[in-house]
């Protein structure tokens, strides 16, 4: 009896143990700018020294510039992650700006790593996410300027400006790092690319067609 009452109560404690690591930790210290000339390769960047810190790596200029929107898509992001401010490691937020031509898309697309919380600067969008299988639900909403939506972490969403004017948005993400997959150039722009014979049968059409859609990637 008072063995399985110890079995028990270790199997609780690895629980408990599993449950504490299984999240992102506290910061230990004030911040961690990245070292981008260490070697060392950890989950995130490892921490310059605190004394060779400067206010340039907590800065970025830029977001007052529109995006290129002569692209197929019509849409352009300009994110402001630990890739341009240094000193965003660790510290779990990011933010991006995302111009809109005429009838642009922000194609479907998730963020692995980071919710999403958008709001409308100028113009008006048609965004919406969709939720896992089995129910695969569609959430949609029209926004106009002020107006704030959010995209929950890892589901495929998107926005397209139906209006005939320009649009901007201006997203924070819960990461530094949230990452981004684009379902269109995940499934047909892979490289190598994936067997015409799977993409096919997954998306029921024929080889010809995969084929055509590749090629556009």
Request: charged share 15%; proline share 5%.
């Amino acid at each position: 009896m008072a063995s399985r009452a110890v079995l028990l109560a270790a199997c609780l404690l690895a629980l408990t143990c599993f449950h504490a690591t299984a999240s992102d930790p506290s910061l230990l210290q004030d911040f961690c700018v990245v070292d981008k000339m260490s070697k060392v390769r950890v989950n995130g960047f490892p921490c310059k020294d605190a004394k060779d810190v400067v206010a340039e790596d907590f800065f970025f200029s830029g977001l007052h510039l529109a995006g290129n929107t002569s692209n197929k898509q019509g849409s352009a992001v300009t994110p402001v992650n630990v890739a341009q401010i240094a000193g965003l490691n660790t510290l779990g937020i990011s933010l991006a700006r995302i111009d809109y031509a005429p009838y642009g898309l922000n194609p479907p697309h998730t963020h692995p790593r980071g919710t999403e919380i958008l709001t409308v600067l100028e113009g008006s969008l048609y965004v919406g996410f969709v939720t896992s299988n089995t129910d695969n639900k569609l959430f949609t909403k029209v926004l106009n300027k002020g107006d704030v939506f959010v995209f929950p972490q890892g589901l495929i969403h998107f926005q397209f400006n139906y209006g005939t004017k320009p649009a901007v948005a201006l997203a924070g993400l819960s990461s530094q790092n949230p990452g981004v997959i684009t379902v269109a150039n995940a499934v047909f722009g892979s490289k190598p690319s994936i067997a015409d014979e799977i993409v096919a049968k997954a998306f029921q059409v024929d080889k010809m067609t995969v084929d055509r859609i590749q090629a556009q990637f």
